[in-house]
């Protein structure tokens, strides 16, 4: 059988984003969410493997859909863990290299989370805003995820990311997602995305 994909823990307690993130979300995003596309990833790649022993048929094409969806899923909820810290560690700026790239990218870091924000918060649905860094110009670059199916770059490793599912934040701000988003600034672990962004 193929290797499997693993939750990971969080690296805080369910209640430690409070009062900005509730650990009841929290709970039911990491146990439930992200566990189901752990398992989605994990099925797909089985039924493929299962599909090359003649043992099953498939239709490949839905079953590659599936894979990129979970793991695509998996993949984001991976970093969007440890891109949140509990109030007390997390909010604030950014400093650092991070700090010189929002400045040299994005004119400042208020101008920075201004637009961020706006793509957090006019994602269509389902979705996510990220920060990448692109390694073809050596730049920060924002983009929108629609629900979390996407082909993933691999020159644009992701630094920073939000997930404006309902999921996230309907049961703390019912149907505010910008008073979501305004909030989560709160919780931003800035030496994890300033650790991504040595590494990218
Ligand atoms: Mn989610």
Redesign the pocket.
Same mark, same amino acid.
């Given at each position: 059988m193929p290797k499997h994909y693993e939750l990971p823990q969080l690296p805080y307690k369910y209640n430690e984003l409070e009062p900005h993130i509730s650990e009841k979300i929290m709970q039911l +995003?990491h146990d439930k &969410?992200h566990a189901a596309y752990v398992n989605g990833a994990n099925s797909a790649l089985d039924k493929l493997a299962k599909a090359r022993a003649g043992e099953i048929q498939v239709d490949t094409r839905g079953v590659l859909r599936d894979y990129s969806f979970n793991v695509n899923g998996h993949v984001l &909820?991976s970093i969007f863990w440890p891109n949140m810290a509990s109030p007390g560690k997390g909010g604030g700026k950014p400093g650092g290299k991070l700090a010189d790239a929002i400045d040299r990218d994005f004119g400042g870091f208020d101008k920075f989370k201004a637009q961020f924000s706006d793509a957090a918060k006019t994602v269509e649905g389902s979705g996510w805003a990220l920060l990448l860094h692109d390694g073809e110009t050596d730049q920060l670059v924002l983009t929108q995820i629609e629900k979390q199916n996407f082909m993933h770059l691999a020159q644009m490793p992701i630094l920073l990311g939000i997930?404006v599912?309902e +999921?996230?934040f309907y049961l703390d701000y019912l149907n505010d997602k910008g008073k979501y988003v305004d909030n989560w600034w709160n919780v931003v672990n800035w030496s994890d995305v300033d650790s991504r962004l040595s590494k990218a």
């Open positions: +995003h &969410h &909820h997930d599912w +999921h996230a």
